[in-house]
């Protein structure tokens, strides 16, 4: 799938790997992602965190040691907190992107400034606190801090087709969740809330009981002309 290739006007300091992949690239990511988490959450050297940016700060760090020493990706790495290629006020919580490398996919050129996908990372439950909606994977009425919700208003990956969620799935069965879910988003359609229809809602991938990790997909229309994206929402179990 990687083939290195030089550039032709290298120069000091530039990249020296020219990688050629496919739109599926990406949903090899997903798969090398959801791979990696159950071994991070059963690290027995992770220590014990429940706070989100905590756990996106280890994750971030497990997946970068995973990319380096896999055959393939070595190629990537990952970042937290950083700002939306378009609205820079806003942070990502997590973006992969190229190591030492430029990523051609379907005639766009990534560099290691650029994200190849951005990720929003969430708890389920939402905690509690002031101006906490508890159905903030999906949409908040206080701010647009809902996970879905900034996809969908172009929030978050504007210039991107393709993201993706990660759930760290504190309390309840992955089961619960996908029944809370999709009961939100249809209680946004059903009270005419803009924007929402059935293509909103997500469906199952696989569920796997033994790794405690469930994959799911989905498709959202998007605001301001902007063309719809496509979400993978990987759901971990860390109880």
Known sequence: MLANKPITTAQFGTLDRVVQ????FRHGLIDFISSELPRWRDRPDRPSVTAETALTSQL????????????GWDVLQFRVEEPDEQKSAR???LVASPSDTII??????????DSLMPIECKRL??????????????????SSTGGIQRFKAGHHGSIHRFGAMIAYVQQETRMFWRTQIAEWINDLIDTGQAGWTSKDLLDLIQDDDSLKLAILRSSHTRDNGLQD???????ISMN
């Open 60 to 71: 971030c760090a497990h997946l970068n040691s995973a990319a380096r020493h896999s055959e």
């Open 104 to 113: 051609w996919i379907d005639g766009r050129k990534h560099t290691d400034f």
């Open 21 to 24: 992949n496919p739109a599926a």
């Open 229 to 235: 994206i496509e979400l993978r929402h990987i759901w």
């Open 125 to 142: 439950p939402t905690p509690h606190g002031k101006d906490r909606d508890v159905r903030e994977y999906v949409i908040s009425r206080y």
């Open 91 to 93: 942070k990502i919580d």
